[in-house]
């Protein structure tokens, strides 16, 4: 900051981006600002290499230019020269490139085109990471189309950085963050708006099948296996046929070579197979997600098992006729120290089901979810209440990656304990466990469909949280 107070003078703008400094005025200012750089530079420990400076002139001022600057080894261009990612010269210059970025832009969609054929996971999340992948899309979007709107949400975020530097504040004042934190904010709600008109404007065009899936695509963590990168040691990458088949259930799209039969004997569909108790998938989807459930669990609570047995019964009578009365009564899992004091027993159950299946299609996904956290409730709530003296939990899913209310509550607390334990921030956290139930049910659902029905599978682990948030880049949610 002293040598920018020192080499003020007379130049008329002035700006610093680490250590590239930058000056526009009068010739006459500039060498003057020069002369200050070079001779008061080294006492800061900032060494001016003309062999990389350049000063750009009008071609009317060409000839003045050679003379003040004369000797300097300052190079001088009538055309214009890249600057910070950006173009500064002639219409001619800017013009030749920004096309010369074009066309690499191009090339590079070229080359993730014939990538995609092998990599299809790998060349979507290249092109689309970091874009909106809610609402039922698949955050591709059209770069002329969007041109004008990017273009004017730049000048916004920018403007109050851009006040500071025709003012000449030598001094950063953070009501500048403010001021861009908040246009980022409004940017970001106005374009979920524009999204939002934009669904409601082209959802009264689809089929009601299509929009029955788009809406259950649209639901909070159905997405979330489309915005993280795609790697294979957090469980987050998906082989070509595997990309291809979840697209296709996302869209109710047909995929490619299915057998007309299933081994099972009845015609082979989509919702047969989701559905299909041959060779365990059903009962393959489900564990992977209570072992998900309880290695998640063992992080924050003590004493976590899976399947624990329930107290015999002793004459107690319950209010409801579907509750569970079997002494040998199993739920998925079980842990100490969750949702009260660290002795009180919290138990979960999962279930999983198809809301396209046939005898659900008439029915709103939102009533579905209720009806089997009643479902679960009326069988083991009051048992765990009254003879547990502890607390249950349904966790209730659809295949395509929605929870109910009650298992929506339960991960965002799991996420509450795992980013205060592990020191990562709550959203973060939470977009994970999105992330990873949603590629778990991906994947099951896709075993489903390709499997040769045989009882193998293995328990996931949480051991690379840390890891996986950072590689994986899982953003929050907004």
């Given at each position: 900051m002293e040598l920018v107070g020192e080499t003020w003078f007379s130049v008329t703008i002035f700006a610093w981006f680490a250590d590239d400094a930058t000056a526009a005025g009068s010739l006459t200012g500039l060498r003057k600002w020069w002369s200050a750089f070079v001779s008061l530079g080294p006492a800061f420990g900032y060494n001016v290499k003309p062999s990389k400076s350049w000063l750009i002139v009008k071609a009317e001022h060409l000839d003045l230019a050679k003379n003040l600057f004369d000797g300097c080894g300052v190079g001088i261009t009538v055309e214009g020269k890249r600057h910070l990612g950006a173009a500064i010269g002639s219409p001619t210059f800017v013009q030749h490139y920004v096309n010369e970025k074009v066309?690499?832009?191009?090339?590079?969609?070229?080359?993730?085109?014939?990538?995609?054929?092998?990599?299809?996971?790998?060349?979507?999340?290249?092109?689309?990471?970091?874009?909106?992948?809610?609402?039922?899309?698949?955050?591709?979007?059209?770069?002329?189309?969007?041109?004008?709107?990017e273009f004017n949400s730049s000048i916004q975020?920018?403007?109050?950085?851009?006040?500071?530097i025709i003012e000449q504040q030598t001094c950063f004042r953070m009501s500048v963050v403010s001021s861009q934190r908040q246009a980022k904010a409004d940017i970001i709600a106005l374009r979920h708006r524009q999204l939002v008109c934009k669904?409601?404007?082209?959802?009264?065009?689809?089929?009601?099948?299509?929009?029955?899936?788009?809406?259950?695509?649209?639901?909070?963590?159905?997405?979330?296996?489309?915005?993280?990168?795609?790697?294979?040691?957090?469980?987050?990458a998906l082989h070509k046929g595997a990309f291809r088949d979840a697209?296709?259930?996302?869209?109710?799209?047909?995929?490619?070579?299915?057998?007309?039969?299933?081994?099972?004997?009845?015609?082979?569909?989509?919702?047969?197979?989701?559905?299909?108790?041959?060779?365990?998938?059903?009962?393959?989807?489900h564990n992977e997600l209570r072992d998900f459930t309880a290695a998640a669990l063992s992080e924050v609570c003590h004493n976590v098992a899976i399947e624990p047995v329930l107290q015999p019964l002793s004459g107690e009578s319950f209010r409801y006729?579907?509750?569970?009365?079997?002494d040998e009564a199993r739920l998925d899992v079980s842990a100490h120290g969750f949702w009260g004091s660290r002795h009180q027993k919290a138990f979960f159950d999962?279930?999983?089901?198809?809301?396209?299946?046939?005898?659900?299609?008439?029915?709103?996904?939102?009533?579905?979810?209720?009806?089997?956290?009643?479902?679960?409730?009326?069988?083991?709530?009051?048992?765990?209440?009254?003879?547990?003296?502890?607390?249950?939990?349904?966790?209730?899913?659809?295949?395509f990656g929605g929870m109910g209310s009650a298992a929506t509550v339960a991960y965002k607390r799991l996420a509450s304990m795992l980013s205060t334990q592990r020191g990562q921030s709550y959203s973060s956290v939470v977009s994970w466990?999105?992330?990873?139930?949603?590629?778990?049910?991906?994947?099951?659902?896709?075993?489903?469909?390709?499997?040769?029905?045989?009882?193998?599978?293995?328990?996931?682990?949480?051991?690379?949280?840390?890891?996986a948030i950072l590689e994986g880049q899982v953003l929050p949610s907004h």
């Amino acid at each position: 900051m002293e040598l920018v107070g020192e080499t003020w003078f007379s130049v008329t703008i002035f700006a610093w981006f680490a250590d590239d400094a930058t000056a526009a005025g009068s010739l006459t200012g500039l060498r003057k600002w020069w002369s200050a750089f070079v001779s008061l530079g080294p006492a800061f420990g900032y060494n001016v290499k003309p062999s990389k400076s350049w000063l750009i002139v009008k071609a009317e001022h060409l000839d003045l230019a050679k003379n003040l600057f004369d000797g300097c080894g300052v190079g001088i261009t009538v055309e214009g020269k890249r600057h910070l990612g950006a173009a500064i010269g002639s219409p001619t210059f800017v013009q030749h490139y920004v096309n010369e970025k074009v066309e690499y832009w191009v090339s590079c969609v070229r080359k993730l085109s014939v990538i995609a054929k092998a990599q299809p996971h790998a060349a979507y999340c290249a092109f689309t990471h970091g874009l909106i992948t809610r609402m039922g899309g698949l955050g591709l979007c059209n770069p002329s189309a969007n041109a004008n709107f990017e273009f004017n949400s730049s000048i916004q975020v920018t403007s109050s950085l851009t006040k500071e530097i025709i003012e000449q504040q030598t001094c950063f004042r953070m009501s500048v963050v403010s001021s861009q934190r908040q246009a980022k904010a409004d940017i970001i709600a106005l374009r979920h708006r524009q999204l939002v008109c934009k669904q409601s404007e082209l959802t009264p065009q689809l089929p009601a099948s299509l929009r029955r899936i788009v809406s259950l695509s649209s639901e909070k963590g159905a997405s979330s296996w489309l915005s993280v990168l795609p790697i294979e040691e957090h469980g987050f990458a998906l082989h070509k046929g595997a990309f291809r088949d979840a697209l296709c259930l996302r869209y109710g799209w047909l995929p490619n070579s299915l057998p007309a039969k299933c081994v099972c004997g009845h015609g082979f569909t989509v919702d047969h197979a989701m559905n299909c108790a041959t060779g365990g998938f059903p009962t393959l989807r489900h564990n992977e997600l209570r072992d998900f459930t309880a290695a998640a669990l063992s992080e924050v609570c003590h004493n976590v098992a899976i399947e624990p047995v329930l107290q015999p019964l002793s004459g107690e009578s319950f209010r409801y006729a579907t509750a569970n009365v079997e002494d040998e009564a199993r739920l998925d899992v079980s842990a100490h120290g969750f949702w009260g004091s660290r002795h009180q027993k919290a138990f979960f159950d999962v279930r999983i089901f198809n809301p396209t299946a046939p005898s659900y299609r008439n029915t709103a996904v939102s009533s579905l979810y209720r009806r089997f956290e009643r479902d679960k409730q009326r069988m083991y709530e009051q048992r765990i209440r009254d003879v547990e003296m502890g607390s249950f939990t349904p966790l209730v899913f659809s295949t395509f990656g929605g929870m109910g209310s009650a298992a929506t509550v339960a991960y965002k607390r799991l996420a509450s304990m795992l980013s205060t334990q592990r020191g990562q921030s709550y959203s973060s956290v939470v977009s994970w466990i999105r992330c990873s139930t949603s590629f778990s049910l991906l994947r099951s659902a896709v075993t489903c469909l390709r499997g040769a029905r045989s009882h193998r599978g293995s328990p996931v682990t949480i051991g690379a949280l840390d890891l996986a948030i950072l590689e994986g880049q899982v953003l929050p949610s907004h």
